[in-house]
C-alpha cells in the first residue's frame, strides 16, 4: 500500500467524520431536543418510554461523535502527535488496563503523514490490546533520535501465536503497511500467556532547518 492510497483513505475517513459530525449528529440533536421535550409533556408508561428514547439517542450521539474523532482525529492537527497520543491514551485508560504513554526527543513539527501513521498505529495496537489481550498493563513508547522515529507498544497479555493468527485478523497487514508506506520498518512479537509487543521505526526527512524538541 502506497502512499498515494493511504493519503486517499484518509481524505474518505476526514469526509466521512465531517458528515457524522456536521449532518447527522446535528439531526441527533434536534431529535434529542424533541425527544427531552416530550418526556416531560407525558405521563406514565408513555412518558417513561420517551425518556428511555432519549437516552438512546444521548448514547447514539456520544457513540457517532467518537466514531468521528477515531476517524479524523482533530487533536493531532490542533496539538501535535505527543498531545494526541496523550489525549489517546487518556481515552483507552477508562476501559481497564493500566496505560502509560513515555515520549522523549519528538520533533513538534512532523510532516502531517507520517504523525498520522503513528497515531494509527499506537489507535489500532491499543484496540487489539484491548480487545484481545486481557492484559493488566499496556505501555506506549515513542522516541525520536538521529535516524527517525521509534515506537513501542507493549502489553502483558494473553499473547498469541503470530503465525497461527495471521497479520489480517488484528488488522496487522494496515498497521506493516502504513509503516513500510512511510519507509520503515514493523515488528510484532507475541507468544502466548507472554503478552505482545509491536514496534515501528520510521525515518524522519532530512530538512535544512531540524524542527524543535518535544520533550
Not at 475517513?13 to 424533541?34: G, M
Request: aromatic fraction near 4%; hydrophobic fraction near 40%; charged fraction near 20%.
Amino acid at each position: 500500500m502506497g502512499r498515494q492510497l493511504l493519503t486517499a483513505q484518509e481524505t474518505e475517513r476526514t469526509r466521512i467524520a465531517r458528515e457524522l459530525h456536521d449532518d447527522i449528529n446535528q439531526q441527533l440533536a434536534v431529535l434529542k431536543l424533541d425527544l427531552h421535550l416530550l418526556a416531560g409533556m407525558v405521563e406514565g408508561d408513555a412518558g417513561i418510554v420517551t425518556g428511555e428514547a432519549a437516552k438512546y439517542a444521548d448514547n447514539i450521539s456520544t457513540s457517532i461523535r467518537n466514531l468521528s474523532h477515531q476517524l479524523s482525529p482533530p487533536t493531532l492537527r490542533a496539538v501535535g502527535l505527543v498531545g494526541a497520543l496523550e489525549g489517546l491514551v487518556g481515552e483507552f485508560s477508562d476501559h481497564g488496563p493500566r496505560l502509560s504513554f513515555v515520549h522523549e526527543s519528538v520533533p513538534a513539527n512532523l510532516p502531517p503523514d507520517l504523525a498520522l501513521c503513528v497515531f494509527r498505529i499506537v489507535q489500532e495496537a491499543l484496540q487489539n490490546a484491548l480487545k484481545h489481550s486481557q492484559a493488566k498493563t499496556i505501555s506506549v513508547q515513542l522516541r525520536g533520535n538521529a535516524g527517525g522515529l521509534a515506537l513501542t507498544v507493549v502489553d502483558d497479555g494473553v499473547g498469541f501465536v503470530v503465525e497461527g493468527v495471521g497479520y489480517q485478523g488484528l488488522g496487522l497487514i494496515s498497521m506493516a503497511e502504513r509503516v513500510e508506506a512511510m519507509g520503515g520498518r514493523f515488528n510484532v512479537w507475541s507468544s502466548p500467556n507472554r503478552g505482545t509487543r509491536v514496534t515501528a521505526s520510521m525515518p524522519l526527512p532530512i530538512t535544512e532547518n531540524p524542527a524543535p524538541i518535544a520533550v
